[in-house]
């Protein structure tokens, strides 16, 4: 059965830490961005999310945001995936993101979004 709570790694060198899940299957916690993002200024984020009860798909779909941290840009991450437990027992995350940064001004909304 997979459960989000724990701490998690990406392929990049991020790093996800999750608290334990409540009765309605939300979650908070916080991410920190591993090298691979390249940007100073990014700090250690929360991240607030919510799991599909393992009761009912014991490898359950997730979704959480992070509220990125930064000195001078408001940014902010979705992530959208399903918990895997592999033959071993191996738990692996599976997910897509969607990064949405502040725009000065409708004109600009088309390059904000990656």
Same mark, same amino acid.
């Not at 899940?21 to 200024?41: I, T, V």
């Not at 995936?81 to 725009?103: K, P």
């Given at each position: 059965?997979?459960?989000?709570? @724990?701490?998690?790694?990406?392929? $990049?060198? =991020?790093?996800? !830490?999750?608290?334990? *899940?409540?009765?309605?299957? %939300? ?27 393992? @009761?009912?798909?014991?490898?359950? $779909?997730? =979704?959480?945001? !992070?509220?990125?941290? *930064?000195?001078?840009?408001? %940014? ?39």
């Amino acid at each position: 059965q997979c459960l989000l709570s @724990g701490s998690w790694q990406s392929d $990049t060198s =991020s790093r996800m !830490v999750v608290f334990i *899940l409540d009765k309605d299957n %939300r979650f908070s916690g916080f991410y920190l961005p591993g090298p691979a993002a390249g940007d100073s200024e990014l700090l250690t984020s929360p991240l607030e999310g919510s799991q599909q009860d393992t @009761g009912l798909a014991p490898q359950p $779909t997730f =979704s959480f945001t !992070v509220n990125w941290r *930064l000195r001078e840009t408001a %940014r902010r991450t979705v992530f959208l995936g399903q918990c895997y437990v592999d033959t071993n027992g191996e738990e692996t995350l599976h997910a897509l993101w969607l990064l949405r940064e502040a725009a000065d001004n409708p004109a600009e909304d088309w390059k904000a979004t990656r």
